[in-house]
Structure formats: C-alpha cells, structure tokens
C-alpha cells in the first residue's frame, strides 16, 4: 500500500482512483489506515467477505489473496496483477495509462 500511495500522484495524472479492499472490520482498518499507514487512499470494507469471493481472490480460511485489480469505466476487469508483484504498482499503472488512451 505504501508504494501506492507513494505514486499516487502518477495515478491521478492518468485519471486512476486507487481504493483498498481488506476483509478486516472497519475499526482496525480505520486504526490501520489513520495511525500505521497515514493514507490518503481509501480503504473499503470487505468484511463480509461478498467482493473477495466474487472476485475470486477468497481463500478457503477466509482471507483474501493479494491482487490489485483495474477496472475500466465501463466496469470490466483489465488488468489484474496477483501476489508478491501486486505490492509494486508499476504494471497497474502501465495498466491505467493504457486505459486513459
């Protein structure tokens, strides 16, 4: 996340939104959020777990796998990036970039 908000910028100037999705509950991404991270980017709440599991990302012990997804205005999937690459935004913002065409 804090590579994200590190470019958030580069994502503005393409006409991206960037938002977090976690399963925790509200009060510990609030805390997460506010005091560990400092973000100014969005975290949404999955915690019933309905988006994880619709996106496919849901694991059989209940958490979501990391995966960033870019979704166009249309709302289909273009791009999704999975595990340990999803920390580095560099190719969602190749992604991103590509959409603003």
């Known amino acids: 996340m804090k590579a994200y908000q590190a470019d958030i910028a580069k994502f503005e100037a393409v006409g991206a939104k960037v938002f977090g999705v976690s399963t925790d509950n509200s009060p510990s991404q609030k805390y997460w959020a506010e005091e560990v991270l400092k973000s100014p980017v ?27 997804f870019v979704i166009g205005a249309d709302g289909k999937i273009e ?9 580095d935004p560099a190719s ?8 603003k065409k």
Request: charged letters at 20%; hydrophobic letters at 30%; proline letters at 5%.
């Open 92 to 99: 969602t913002l190749t992604a991103c970039s590509r959409l």
């Open 42 to 68: 969005p975290i949404l709440s999955d915690f019933q777990r309905g988006a994880s599991k619709e996106y496919g990302v849901l694991s059989p012990g209940g958490t979501s796998a990391r995966t960033t």
């Open 79 to 87: 791009d999704i990036t999975e595990g340990q690459a999803a920390i």
